[in-house]
RNA sequence: GCCGACGUAGCUCAAUCGGCAGAGCGGCUGAUUUGUAAUCAGCAGGUUGGGGGUUCAAGUCCCUUCGUCGGCUCCA
């Protein structure tokens, strides 16, 4: 007999060898119709697995977290049963299938076809097959001996099966198809319905680019159809909002992709746009207490040596070679930051000193990975550098993070943080990585950020922070980071004089918020579809007079609004009231007024936004001052 | 870089088997003088990404090159 603990607390006694299904079903029949597979002393379980222990079990149902992993990965088995059935069981080897995210994908080699998208309905269709036909899915643990000769045709199984250091692996076999699979499954292909296969792409095996070059299909899977909708409806939504299409669209950005691929053009409204982001944050730098500098684009590779980049980032740098000398375009701003701290001896009474740029940098990137303005050649980052003592470090870090809070806030971003710590491969002793570490760790708690630990994910040079910001559409965007840096100090051989007129050296904290500016404006456009908040609007105000006779009042009555520093146009275009206030409306401007006789006569406005609400009777001078209180406190929504 | 899909007017897209390159929107010009999401008419706009080849004939087929899009470990 074994003795269970459910969730509730309770302990039931049961037969040796129970399994979670028979437990479900002592609970209730509902729980056992809806379970897809049990947490045992909190190891996902399949639901037939048998249970020889007193252990502490929780029913997995679709309202867990787990669920999804356990239904898209025999999802995924499903599909390749279908890709098999579909392409003939002799022509297909498969690779791995496991879940992603928002979904699942499985890599096949597949010599006789080139899957395109024309084939995803056919393959949607045996799914659907498979599924009706609720095929019992069975679990079987092998030697490797006897698993090799099970999967003797299946290369890529062979090779996993070797690398494996368990004795036994493990078979699960639905019908005519078995995988090699940790699992847990589901217990048969009928219990999830609703699959839809996204994209098809090419995938290196292991990812490594040396291997063969496999076929991955991408789809996703959910218990109920609607979400299966909400998420096609999602991802439908996120190409309508695709910057690459809006920002052009906008008059925002181009990208000439024959003349400067990478590189983008900000065209006038767009740069009014960004030259806002600056403004914040320029604002806010100067309220944490930071030093704005600018520092040269090209500089001797000599500083590249010293720094490391050249031994390590030279692949990604540009170079110039002149008198002799060779030059490389900056890559990072850290360098340059390290020679302004070396300009002057550095008392301890100094510190911290924090050294802030706009920094652009030049970064080669491989063709293939060039994505509008969230993976370019150049960029501007929000780069500062926080040069301090071992006993600030903490206090440096709080601060960092409480100009994340304001930085991030005026575009409503809620954002989550993640820790790395020490990698085998670092360098520095494991004292100052303690000490860095626990700093970072207490400024997080103090702070009252929830955050994530990855062990050994720091970089080699020190451990660090980075923040995650997720947008409208629920996507998430890797943007802030704080790294503490133990290599460039000593590189450089920083030092600052202590007390006793001792040498010693400082610590460095390296740190961007918006990480790169273009990216980040790519970001929001996304997240605003275009319709940034009215601060950062290239322009807030429209005006649009009834007819040409209204043209010279209307002028006259912008320059009201431009006076109090509000971006004011009239549209005086010869076409119909309605006619521009749809392109008013297209371009996202907040705010239009229609201007004719009442206008002209002083009588209160009728005020209609982007949003296709109008606000009737509204006095001129209340209006101004509206609109100047929502641009000067960057509100987030439209004031009518 | 590699695999796949794609590249026709500023934008969105047509063009049957290889047989005269077209439409809507946008732009320009004119008419109209408009009160809160598309007034009407006319005109201009192209070496079909570039180069080469096959053919009587190429947007269409072949080669090459440039670029775009999706992807290239979140590991049975």
Redesign the pocket.
Known sequence: MVDITLPDGSVKNFEMGVTPAEIAKSISEGLFRKAFGAMVNGEMRDLYSPITQNSSVAIITEKDPQAASIFRHTMAHIMAQAVMHVFGKENVKFA??????NGFYYDFDIPSH?I??EDFSKIEEEMKNIIRQDIKISRKDLSKKE?AELFADQPY?LE??TD?V?DT??VYTQGDFS????GPHLPSTGMVKYAKIL??????W????KNK?L??I?ATSFVKKDELDAYVTMIEEAKKR?H??LG??LGLFM?D??IA??MAFFLPRGTIALNEMRKLSREIHKKYEYVEVETPQIMNVKLWHQSGHWDHYKENMYFSEKEDAMFAVKPMNCPGHMLIYKNNVVSYRDLPIRIFEFGRVHRYE???????LFRVRVFTQDDAHIFCRKDQIEAEIIKVMNLIQDMYSPFGFKYEAFLSTMPQDHMGDVETWDIATAALKKALEESGNRYTVNEGDGAFYGPKIDFYLTDSLGRKHQCGTIQLDFQMPERFELTYVGPESEQIRPVMIHRAIFGSLERFFGILIENFAGAFPTWMMPEQVSIIP????FNDQADEFAKKFDLQGIRVSVNK???????R??EE??RKVPY?????????SGQP??I?T?N?N?AENVNLDDFIKTVKEEISERKLTLSY
């Open positions: 791995i299938g496991p879940v992603i995210d080139k395109t998208e698993a199984k996993l099966i494996i368990d692996v493990s995988d090699l699979c940790r994209s098809v792409s090419g995938a290196y292991r990812g490594d680019e070059m076929q991955r991408y695709d690459r299409k052009p669209a990208i992709t024959d691929p990478g491989r063709s293939g990975t060039l994505q509008g009834v007819s040409e006779k275009s010869n076409t119909t009231v309605n006619y206030v749809r409306q297209l239009m007024i229609v201007f004719g006789e009442k206008e002209a406005l009728n209609r982007r296709g109008t």
